[in-house]
């Protein structure tokens, strides 16, 4: 039984994590960078989701797509201000851009972080449930009524972006523009767009994510950089760019953890990942989903 | 007019005018004010929760002490350095404190490993360092003379905790410590004393990480042979988190499973916010609870806590308040701000502060060293949710045995 529990619990907490990595996903898909403001946009959906229906009294089913809102504006502003120089055409962030992205992100990071510590203050705020049912039994396993329900809503987004991504208009300009940004660009798709629709779409997946766990995982100031650490792990063992990839390892990575978290040691448990990461790197660089690029 | 009489007046005035500006430069080092460092975490990933009780606390006591006129005629002045609960930057806090701002002590911290490396560095200064709430006993068990701590201390948690559950006749306990001095030390330490009051008890502890979110891996083995007590010994937010996740799962509250809280954490402003119904029956290791009997200072100071912050007293508030009134009064008995002096007071002082009447242990060697070692503490039991400290049920009243016919159980 216990070893049921173990992979109930770890699929749906790999479920959680699929929609966060998801996003990050995409951004490098597109973008080729890392976003390590990525954590941040889960904590504003969080705060979005508790603190619009704890001090407005909105009810959580109308606070949760808020809170997506809140990511995917947050998403865009961040898009336009932050991340347009990478591909406006300046010259000289030929050489520059990885550095650029990676301060701005960073720098974003540290000011959402202590702008939301010193606007709301550093108590944490528990989401309010989805459901008034506290327990579920499936079977001999106990599930927590919230829990189970922001595990159907997340497999219901991802299944829903992936279709978005494979069969839409916006998701073939994704595709094109991800495989080649100019030849993207010479067939008259407009790149800036797609990166914002992107990171957009990002941010709010991230948000949503913020929102459906903030009954669990209290949101703090610093909420966001657990899941964001997991993100960047499974981006990688997945496949950069690769949201297929992203998804299985994310089901794997909770599963794993779970696992290793009893039968090896609990102290250790997030270093299972961080080990998995590093054989993958060594032995299949570009992820379990990656393709391998050359670049000349 | 002749010479004599305009040399006269000109020494007159020149006297006047130098009697002016030395009135002025004794008024103005009269009114220089006297520097206290406080060091607290004010951003993650320590408790955010605790440094802000304690700043409010520290800035409470400094209002009062100021607005009676100051120490020796000098206004007091807070200077606040954020340490994030991270050793190294508590290090570097105190350090620029001592060095840079000047401040004749130290005292705030709350956090045990912050509070271990702050003391090292105001031992090699020789700085008076009041700690205000770092429980491990090992900051006592060094020695240093410029260390003094008016706070709780884990052995005096261990030997409550233990009482505590050798009279519930628990058979099977097991405790989750945050991954700190803090927490390893007071779970060791249960282990010890548990080991001495009841030796037929099991006892094992597991560690979890404060920064983590996720418990279920080392809560769900717990399903299939529940303990009778479980041993809550971390800080918020991983402790609220903690509690849901065990009540999510039905491992505890139940008839068989209790928590006991070894944190005092109960009484925080935003401990109902983020625990709900997980908390109803809770065993609360209280070092308040509104049914003590509070000294008049605790009493004013509990008022202006309230009517500054909006929040109702809670045992943080108290502890930062004597760390600041204590430094005062030690300014007061040695008649000036020398270090030697101060700290020479403090070790004979006798005075009554906003908890009880305080007073510092001599014994070396040990967890008493320098420790105010009747600390008032009560055991109570949370029965409703959202429940105020002052409606819970006091189960075990200060210097009284535990009341077991008190306790209640979920059917």
């Known amino acids: 039984m216990l070893a049921l529990d173990l992979v109930i619990n770890g699929l749906i907490i790999g479920v959680f994590y699929a929609l966060m990595a998801i996003g990050l996903s995409l951004i490098f898909g597109i973008l080729k960078i890392v976003n390590f403001a990525h954590g941040e946009f889960y904590m504003v959906g969080a705060y979005t989701y508790t ?45 520059l851009r990885d550095e650029y992205a990676v301060i701005v992100t960073f720098g974003l990071s540290l000011l959402l972080i202590n702008l939301v510590d010193k606007v ?90 913020g929102g459906l766990l903030a009954n669990i995982f209290n949101p703090t100031p610093d909420v966001g950089i657990f899941p964001a650490v997991k993100s960047y792990v499974i981006v990688v063992l997945g496949g950069m760019g690769s949201i297929p990839g992203s998804i299985i390892a994310s089901l794997g990575l909770g599963v794993l953890e779970s696992f290793g978290g009893v039968y090896i040691s609990y102290q250790y448990r997030d270093t299972f990942g961080l080990i998995l990461l590093i054989l993958v790197l060594l032995f299949r660089p570009q992820g379990l989903f990656g393709e391998r690029v050359r670049e000349v | 007019m002749g010479p004599a009489s305009i040399l006269k007046y000109f020494g007159c005035a020149a006297l006047a005018v130098a009697a002016g500006l030395f009135a002025s430069a004794g008024g103005a080092v009269a009114q220089e004010p006297i520097k206290i460092g406080l060091t607290v975490t004010l951003s993650p990933p320590g408790s955010v929760s605790q440094g802000v009780q ?25 200077i606040v350095e954020d340490t994030q609960g991270i050793p190294e930057k508590a290090r570097a806090a105190v350090e620029k404190l001592i060095t840079r701002d000047k401040v004749i002590a130290v005292t705030g911290e709350h956090q045990s490993s912050a509070a271990l490396a702050g003391i090292e560095v105001a031992h090699r200064y020789n700085v008076p360092y009041v700690n205000t709430n770092g429980w491990s006993d090992v900051i006592r068990e060094k020695g240093y003379p410029q260390v003094f701590n008016p706070g709780n201390f884990n052995s005096r948690v261990a030997i409550a905790a233990a009482e505590t559950i050798a009279a519930m006749g628990a058979k099977n306990v097991l405790a989750f410590p945050e991954n700190t001095d803090y927490g390893v030390g007071l779970a060791k330490l249960i282990g010890d004393v548990l080991k001495e009051k009841a030796p037929d008890v099991e006892y094992r502890y597991e560690t979890l990480d404060r920064a983590a979110k996720d418990f279920l891996p080392a809560l ?36 068989k499973t209790l928590i006991y809280d070894a944190s005092g954490i109960a009484d925080y402003p935003d401990f109902w916010q983020n625990v709900s119904d997980s908390a109803k029956y809770m065993l609360v290791f209280g070092l308040y609870h509104p049914k003590m009997q509070l000294p008049e200072l605790g ?97 075990q009243e200060a210097g009284q045995p535990i009341d077991l016919s008190l306790i209640e159980r979920p059917n």
């Open chain 2, 54 to 78: 304690v700043r409010d606390g520290a800035e409470v006591a400094v209002k009062m002490i100021n607005d009676a006129g100051g120490v020796l005629g000098r206004p007091l002045e807070l």
């Open chain 1, 120 to 209: 709301i203050g550093p108590y944490a705020y528990k989401g309010p449930p989805l459901t008034s049912v506290s327990r579920i039994s499936l079977g001999p396993v106990i599930v927590s009524g919230h829990r189970l329900v922001a595990f159907a809503i997340a497999v219901a987004v991802i299944v829903i972006v992936a279709l978005i991504v494979r069969y839409s208009y916006w998701g073939r300009q994704i595709q094109a523009v991800a495989q080649n940004r100019l030849g993207a660009s010479l067939a008259g798709i407009d790149t800036a767009k797609v990166s914002a629709f992107v990171f957009a779409l990002a941010g709010g997946l991230a948000a949503l994510s």
């Open chain 1, 51 to 95: 603190l619009i229906a704890l001090a407005f009294g909105v009810p959580p089913w109308l606070a949760l797509p808020t809170a997506f809102v809140a990511g995917v504006v947050l998403g865009l502003v961040v898009e336009r201000l932050l991340m347009r120089p990478l591909y406006s055409g300046y010259i000289s962030w030929g050489f």
């Open chain 2, 220 to 255: 769900l083995p717990l399903k299939a042979n529940p303990p009778d007590v479980i041993v809550e010994i971390m800080l918020p937010p991983a402790a609220y988190i903690l509690i849901n996740q065990l009540y999510e799962q039905g491992i505890a509250p139940t008839s």
């Open chain 2, 299 to 395: 009493r004013q100071v509990a008022e202006a806590y309230t009517a500054k912050t909006g929040f109702e007293p809670n045992r943080l508030l108290f502890q930062a308040a004597d760390s600041v009134f204590l430094i005062a009064e030690a300014i007061k008995i040695a008649g000036s701000t020398d270090p030697d002096a101060m700290i020479k007071a403090l070790e004979g002082i006798k005075w009554t502060g906003a908890r009880g009447e305080i007073t510092f242990s001599t014994e070396k060697g040990g967890y008493k060293y320098h420790q105010w070692l009747d600390v008032p503490y009560v055991t109570f039991q949370i029965t409703d949710v959202n429940q105020p400290v002052k409606d819970t049920k006091l189960v």
